[in-house]
């Protein structure tokens, strides 16, 4: 079985038909999926997905696009939330200077992304990181706040080089490997899941986005899976039933999950 940890089901590219997609992901191998919140509608809608489908939970937190956004009721919430039985990690969050070039912007995005992860570690969570052209000033944060006492975590679509790789895997968190490793374009990624031990690794889609080959460019779901665990198989040269139980198992510690479906 696979289990994707995170992919973004509330959102509006699966108004169509999230109910037929999600109801079919059992019986096509897809045994566990985390919704990741990442507006604060989102927070809502993963309630009531995660309330809904069994195998489904919730990643509680509000994504740096969002950051102006939030302010102390809008805390309280994703404390609150992040009580519910079923929500098993604070994110998606972290800090995204692609789209966000101010100085004023970073300050922001900081300043919410440590208040999150003050909640995962009161709420005794892990965290599940968003990082984009951030590279070092989120590694500063995780390592404070990972060296004072934390409950581990995910890098999310991990982006970054071998030797940023390397500082998070030392300080035993995973990484989350998705389409990306499929790309002809995605060679930095292949390498940093050549060098990551499998043990440290979790499948996850992003979907709708990121869609592997060779559905790259069209809407993505956890069914796709399957290709973003051949090519890891590959690089590897394990077979694909390894990569798939190994994740899981991984995902299923990491998140306090039974590790049985
Ligand atoms: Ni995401």
């Known amino acids: 079985m696979i289990f994707d940890t995170h992919a973004h089901y509330d959102d509006e590219a699966f108004d169509r038909d999230r109910e037929e997609l999600l109801d079919s992901m059992k019986e096509q191998g897809v045994g566990r999926i985390v919704n990741a919140c990442a507006s604060i509608e989102s927070l809502d809608r993963t309630r009531e997905l995660m309330e809904k489908y069994p195998f489904l939970y919730g990643a509680i937190g509000i994504h740096p696009d969002d950051g102006e956004k939030v ?58 990181i968003h990082s984009r052209d951030a590279a070092k000033d989120t590694l500063d944060i995780v390592r404070e706040y990972v060296k004072a006492g934390m409950y581990g975590g995910i890098i999310h679509c991990f982006s970054y080089s071998k030797e940023i790789a390397r500082e998070y895997l030392d300080m035993g968190l995973y990484l989350g490997i998705g389409g990306v490793v499929t790309f002809s374009n995605g060679k930095k990624l292949k390498e940093v899941v050549e060098y990551a031990p499998l043990s440290q690794l979790v499948l996850e889609t992003d979907a709708p986005y990121l869609a592997p080959v060779p559905n790259r460019g069209k809407r993505n779901s956890s069914l796709n899976l399957p290709f973003v665990v051949q090519a890891i198989a590959e690089i590897k040269k394990i077979p694909p039933e390894e990569v798939e139980a190994v994740t899981w198992k991984n995902a299923a510690g990491l998140l306090h999950l039974p590790a049985a479906c």
């Open 71 to 128: 302010d102390e009721r809008i805390l309280e919430k994703i404390r609150l939330l992040s009580r519910h039985e079923k929500s098993v990690a604070i994110g998606e969050i972290g800090l995204d200077y692609y789209w966000h070039k101010e100085e004023k912007e970073h300050l922001l995005q900081q300043k919410i992304f440590r208040a999150q992860m003050d909640i995962a570690r009161e709420e005794k969570l892990p965290f599940m």
